[in-house]
């Protein structure tokens, strides 16, 4: 299962989130979604410690983080 769940086509490519991250799980795209916005993308998925920050500082909502529950 993906820790981050990036929702592109609401993304509105402010960077707040990648700034948040201080494990650079994160980036600017290239890729625009149907707006015309650079979307965020995950580019380090090994490194998301799931802390939330990137979700916390989005002012649209569109990152969902998850944890993985250990029985």
């Known amino acids: 299962m993906k820790k981050l769940i ?6 509105k490519g402010c960077g707040l989130c ?7 799980v994160l980036s600017l795209s ?3 979604n ?9 580019v380090a ?3 998301c410690i799931s802390c939330a ?3 916390v500082m989005c002012p649209d ?3 969902q983080v998850h ?5």
């Not at 990648?18 to 494990?23: D, F, I, K, Q, T």
């Not at 149907?34 to 995950?42: D, L």
């Open 6 to 11: 990036i929702s592109e086509n609401l993304c």
């Open 18 to 24: 990648v700034e948040a991250c201080s494990r650079g």
């Open 30 to 32: 290239e890729r625009t």
């Open 34 to 42: 149907a707006m015309g916005y650079r979307v965020t993308e995950c």
């Open 45 to 47: 998925p090994d490194k």
């Open 53 to 55: 920050c990137c979700a």
């Open 61 to 63: 909502c569109v990152i």
């Open 67 to 71: 944890r993985e529950v250990k029985a």
